[in-house]
């Protein structure tokens, strides 16, 4: 049986999809190993992004329980840190190769440079608009100062790097 344009089609979408997938358990994975030691230092409220999962999670017991849950459950958020950053990834294998495909390269200061803008995309899109309507503190004029924004914000860079060399490293 012969393959057709659609068969290797849907074969480049799996590969991608899949190739997303492990790139973003690695680079998730080597994200929350960047943010740890300042959680040691600031608590949940000092990574952003573990304090917004923290925040969800509470409400979503409150609201299915009907009980207070005022204890930091760090399996909980650590799950959706990992379904976010999974699901973030899935899409830069495409978006990759969309931009070697226009710019005609395909080599590892380009892939770390597309990483890191898609890290700090993520960041602009998915934290800054959310992350006061979800926990109440505002980003910019947070209780702990300006370095749980730079941490979040190096995070992302540490997070779109991984992804970027990964994925350059599968394709």
Same mark, same amino acid.
């Given at each position: 049986?012969?393959?057709?344009?659609?068969?290797?089609?849907?074969?480049?979408?799996?590969?991608?999809?899949?190739?997303?997938?492990?790139?973003?358990?690695?680079?998730?994975?080597?994200?929350?190993?960047?943010?740890?030691?300042?959680?040691?230092?600031?608590?949940?409220?000092?990574?952003?992004?573990?304090?917004? $999962?923290?925040?969800?999670?509470?409400?979503?017991?409150?609201?299915?329980?009907?009980?207070?849950?005022?204890?930091?459950?760090?399996?909980?958020?650590?799950?959706?840190?990992?379904?976010?950053?999974? !699901?973030?990834?899935?899409?830069?294998?495409?978006?990759? !190769?969309?931009?070697?495909?226009?710019?005609?390269? $395909?080599?590892?200061?380009?892939?770390? !440079?597309?990483?890191?803008?898609?890290?700090?995309?993520?960041?602009?899109?998915?934290?800054?608009?959310?992350?006061?309507?979800?926990?109440?503190?505002?980003?910019?004029?947070?209780?702990?100062?300006?370095?749980?924004?730079?941490?979040?914000?190096?995070?992302?860079?540490?997070?779109?790097?991984?992804?970027?060399?990964?994925?350059?490293?599968?394709?």
């Amino acid at each position: 049986m012969q393959t057709t344009k659609y068969d290797n089609c849907i074969k480049l979408i799996e590969t991608n999809i899949v190739n997303g997938i492990i790139a973003g358990l690695i680079s998730t994975c080597l994200m929350t190993i960047f943010e740890i030691p300042f959680w040691r230092i600031w608590g949940i409220e000092g990574i952003l992004e573990w304090h917004e $999962n923290q925040t969800l999670t509470s409400k979503l017991k409150r609201k299915f329980t009907r009980e207070e849950c005022n204890t930091v459950s760090y399996v909980e958020i650590l799950i959706l840190h990992f379904i976010n950053g999974v !699901l973030a990834s899935i899409i830069f294998p495409f978006v990759y !190769l969309f931009f070697i495909s226009i710019l005609f390269r $395909n080599d590892y200061p380009l892939s770390i !440079l597309l990483g890191i803008v898609y890290g700090i995309l993520l960041w602009v899109i998915t934290l800054l608009p959310i992350h006061k309507p979800i926990t109440g503190l505002s980003m910019w004029n947070h209780p702990l100062g300006r370095g749980p924004v730079i941490v979040s914000f190096c995070g992302h860079i540490v997070y779109g790097t991984t992804l970027g060399l990964i994925i350059k490293a599968l394709l």
